[in-house]
C-alpha cells in the first residue's frame, strides 16, 4: 500500500500552521502516513548549542509546542507517526516538552522515542577524524569546544518506531533520513537494497525544505508566478514498495507541484548529482525521470543507489569571541554620496581606534550588500543612483567584547559627526560560535534510540 508522509517544517521559524492542512490531508486519505518537522540546520545546531550553555534546560526548537500543538491529537488519534530533529542541542528536554503536549492533548501515556549517538565531543580526542572537502581549520582547543555533532543515518529512528514510538525526537541526523526512517520501518526495505534506499533518501531530499517544492522560495514575479504563496501547501511524498515517488500538497492550499519546483529541489544542495552522499546510501540521479501526472502532481523514477559512505560527516562548533552590529540610514537626495562618505570615515576611524586584528565589513544595503566581498570593491565600481534610500551596516568581530563595541560605537558617533542626515540607528552584540565539518569513521559512531523513561538499551549501528 502507498505510504504517505508529510511535511511540516523545513526549518527552524517556518510558519507553526503548515502542518494543519498536511494532517488534514494525511487523514482523509486513511492510508499508511507519517509527519516529518525538519528544524534543523547547521547554524541553527549552532545557535542551540550556545543558548543551552547559558540555559542548560533550553537548546531544542524554540517553537516546538507552536508547531506540534495544532495536529499532535490528530496524529495521536489516527495513528500518524511524527518524527523532527526539533531536539536540536537537547533532546532530553524536547522530549519532555512533547510528553506535556500530549498529556495536554490527552496522551499521558503516549510513547516519545529519543535517538541518542549525534553527540560525541566527550569522545572526539580519541576519534579518527578527516577533513570534510575544503576545510582546513584545525581541531579547537577543549576550553573552546562548543559541540560536536554527528549526521546519524535513519537506522535509530527505525528502532524508535519499531519500539512503538508515536513521536520520535532527534538531534542531529541528515535531514532526508526522516523521511527515509518510516518508510523502511512500514516497507522492511533491506539495509543493502540501494536503489529503493535512494528513492526513500530523496523522498526526504523532496521534501525536507518543507515549501520550497510546492512553489516556496521559487517565485520570481512575471517569470515564475505562484498563486497563494500565503496559504502556501507542504508537500506530501507518495511512496509505493518499488520505491516510486509522487510529490503533491493539500487540496485548498496555495503554491503549486510543477516539473520545474521538483527539479529545483532536486538538485537543491546537491553537489555532484551522479553521487549525493547521505548516511545511508550515495545517491545516484543522473537517470532521474520527472513527469506531470496532473495538477500538482509530478511523478520522480528513476532514482539509483549506490553503498554508503565508509564515513559520517560531522560539525564541530567552537567559541569564536564576539561579533558585533550597527546600522544607520541615510535618504533623500545624495542619500548613496552620503553612504559611501559614512563608511569611509569609518574605515579610517577604525584604522586607529581598533587593534589591526579587528575583522569588519561594512555594506550599503540597497546598493551592494549580499554579493560583495569583506574589502566592499562592489560598492566603489558599481553605478547606482544618487538619489534613494540606503543603509550602512557595519559587522565586526574580535575575541573581545570591548573591541566590538568600540567599533560600534564609531558608528554610532556619525550621528553628529558624520554625513547629513543619519538616522535610525541599531547595534547589536552577541557571542560567536563558529562551526568546522570533519568525517568520523561509521565503526567509531554508536547510534540507539529508547522510549522516554526507559533505562536500558540496545545499540544501533548508525
Same mark, same amino acid.
Request: aromatic content about 8%; proline content about 4%.
Given at each position: 500500500m502507498t505510504f504517505l508522509i508529510?511535511?511540516?517544517?523545513?526549518?527552524?521559524?517556518?510558519?507553526?500552521?503548515?502542518?494543519?492542512?498536511?494532517?488534514?490531508?494525511?487523514?482523509?486519505r486513511g492510508q499508511p502516513s507519517a509527519l516529518v518537522f525538519e528544524t534543523l540546520g547547521e547554524r541553527t545546531l549552532a545557535a542551540a548549542h550556545r543558548v543551552m550553555r547559558d540555559d542548560p534546560d533550553a537548546g531544542y526548537e524554540p517553537l516546538l509546542g507552536e508547531l506540534l500543538s495544532?495536529?499532535?491529537?490528530?496524529? *495521536? %488519534?489516527?495513528?500518524?507517526?511524527?518524527? !523532527?530533529?526539533?531536539?536540536?542541542?537537547?533532546?532530553?528536554?524536547?522530549?519532555?516538552?512533547?510528553?506535556? *503536549?500530549?498529556?495536554?492533548?490527552?496522551?499521558?501515556?503516549a510513547r516519545v522515542g529519543r535517538v541518542h !549517538? %549525534? %553527540?560525541?565531543?566527550?569522545r572526539l580526542d580519541g576519534l579518527d577524524l578527516s577533513p570534510w572537502e575544503a576545510e582546513t581549520r584545525a581541531l579547537p582547543r577543549d576550553q573552546a569546544l562548543i559541540s560536536a555533532n554527528v549526521y546519524l543515518g535513519a537506522s535509530p529512528m527505525v528502532q524508535a518506531l519499531e519500539l512503538g514510538a508515536e513521536v520520535v525526537v532527534t538531534g542531529r541526523v541528515a535531514d532526508p533520513a526522516l523521511f527515509l526512517a518510516p518508510l523502511?520501518?512500514?516497507?522492511?526495505?533491506?539495509?543493502?537494497?540501494? %536503489?529503493?534506499?535512494?528513492? !526513500?533518501m530523496m523522498a526526504g531530499h523532496l521534501g525536507e525544505c518543507g515549501a520550497q517544492v510546492c512553489g516556496g522560495y521559487f517565485a520570481d514575479p512575471g517569470v515564475k508566478a505562484v498563486p497563494g504563496l500565503a496559504t502556501l501547501g507542504y508537500p506530501i511524498i507518495e511512496v509505493e514498495a518499488d520505491g516510486r515517488l509522487v510529490v503533491t500538497k493539500p487540496p485548498g492550499t496555495g503554491g503549486c507541484v510543477t516539473e520545474q519546483t521538483v527539479k529545483e529541489q532536486l538538485l537543491y544542495e546537491v553537489h555532484d548529482p551522479a553521487n549525493y552522499l547521505t548516511p545511508d546510501v550515495v545517491v545516484d540521479l543522473s537517470h532521474v525521470s520527472v513527469r506531470l501526472l496532473g495538477t500538482d502532481r509530478v511523478e520522480i523514477s528513476g532514482i539509483r543507489g549506490k553503498p554508503a559512505p565508509e564515513r559520517l560527516k560531522t560539525t564541530v562548533c567552537y567559541e569564536g569571541g564576539w561579533q558585533g552590529e550597527a546600522e544607520i540610514s541615510y535618504a533623500g537626495p545624495n542619500a548613496l554620496a552620503r553612504a559611501h562618505l559614512a563608511a569611509d570615515v569609518l574605515r579610517e576611524r577604525l584604522a586607529f581606534r581598533a587593534p589591526p586584528e579587528l575583522r569588519k565589513r561594512l555594506d550599503i544595503v540597497g546598493h551592494a550588500s549580499v554579493f560583495d566581498d569583506d574589502d566592499g570593491e562592489m560598492q566603489r565600481r558599481l553605478p547606482a543612483a544618487a538619489d534613494g534610500d540606503y543603509r550602512l551596516r557595519l559587522a565586526v568581530e574580535h575575541a573581545e567584547r570591548a573591541w566590538v563595541e568600540r567599533a560600534a560605537q564609531?558608528?554610532?558617533a556619525l550621528y553628529c559627526a558624520g554625513p547629513a542626515g543619519g538616522g535610525g540607528v541599531r547595534r547589536q552584540f552577541q557571542r560567536r560560535v563558529c562551526t568546522a565539518s570533519y568525517l568520523v569513521k561509521r565503526t567509531d559512531v554508536e547510534a540507539f534510540a529508547t522510549l522516554l523513561e526507559e533505562s536500558h538499551h540496545a545499540p544501533l549501528a548508525s
Open positions: 508529510g511535511s511540516g517544517a523545513g526549518f527552524s521559524g517556518d510558519r507553526t500552521d503548515a502542518a494543519i492542512p498536511v494532517v488534514a490531508e494525511l487523514i482523509r495544532p495536529v499532535l491529537r490528530d496524529c *495521536l %488519534d489516527h495513528g500518524i507517526a511524527i518524527l !523532527g530533529n526539533f531536539g536540536a542541542a537537547n533532546p532530553a528536554g524536547a522530549c519532555d516538552v512533547v510528553a506535556r *503536549l500530549a498529556e495536554q492533548a490527552g496522551y499521558p501515556a !549517538g %549525534d %553527540d560525541i565531543r566527550a523502511m520501518h512500514h516497507f522492511g526495505w533491506a539495509w543493502n537494497d540501494w %536503489d529503493r534506499l535512494a528513492a !526513500g564609531e558608528l554610532l
